[in-house]
């Protein structure tokens, strides 16, 4: 198996709900990470999960909050997002080695709408 | 600032002919370099990667060449078909960081049959 699921894959959400987005992967990979992408614009990073420890939080808005419960597992869970924060987020994962941190397996992504 | 840009928005190839995609960088601190390849819907691809310690790394129909002195990089695919087509990411980071990797804001490659 080598990929990198999302669910949902679209998700339509008020400024007051409460959601998460899920990411799965079975590759025995260690390292999993969450990207924002705009319209038009590059991936950017949010956070990092190494050996499911957080080690990288590129400055995120407490109103996103991740968490890793298992190895094979990454959530995001939302709440009170903003407008601005409609995008594509995008989930990815790498063996988690020296070398193999940059080769990331990215999923489909959910396009998240907040109204 | 931009670390990581790749300056053409789009290129045009006719099928059979080479594609040459650029990005340029301004961290000199960058240790490795990836091609990441998105089509619509779809999470971005891992293409092909070099290391700062090479200058050119080749795999199948993909070739990326690093001129580290000039901070260029550029993929070279050859020769390019139809199911090239797509968003195409250069990425770089640096020793340490955990897979930080700065995306440019890619480019369009169309190949026309």
């Known amino acids: 198996d080598t990929e990198v699921t999302q669910t949902p894959k679209h998700l339509v959400m008020g400024m007051t709900n409460k959601k998460s987005l899920k990411c799965e992967q079975h590759m025995g990979h260690r390292a999993m990470y969450w990207y924002k992408q705009k319209a038009k614009k590059p991936p950017e990073l949010m956070f990092v999960?190494?050996?499911?420890?957080?080690?990288i939080n590129e400055s995120v808005p407490s109103r996103f909050s991740p968490e890793c419960p298992n190895s094979s597992l990454l959530n995001l869970h939302l709440h009170a997002l903003q407008p601005e924060d409609s995008a594509l987020y995008l989930c990815a994962s790498s063996q988690g080695d020296r070398v193999s941190y940059n080769e990331q397996f990215f999923g489909p992504g959910t396009r998240l709408t907040v109204l | 600032d931009q670390q990581v840009k790749q300056n053409s928005p789009s290129l045009s190839v006719q099928e059979g002919r080479i594609s040459i995609l650029n990005c340029d960088y301004t961290n000199s601190m960058f240790d490795y370099f990836l091609w990441y390849k998105k089509y619509p819907a779809e999470g971005p691809t891992f293409l092909i990667s070099i290391s700062s310690i090479k200058d050119k790394n080749e795999d199948g129909r993909f070739t990326v060449f690093l001129n580290k002195s000039a901070k260029h990089l550029s993929l070279h695919i050859v020769p390019s078909q139809p199911g090239d087509s797509a968003v195409y990411f250069c990425?770089?980071?640096?020793?340490?960081?955990?897979?930080?990797?700065?995306f440019g804001k890619g480019t369009k490659l169309s190949v026309k049959p």
């Open positions: 999960y190494s050996y499911e420890k957080l080690s």
């Open positions: 990425a770089a980071s640096f020793r340490g960081s955990q897979g930080n990797l700065i």
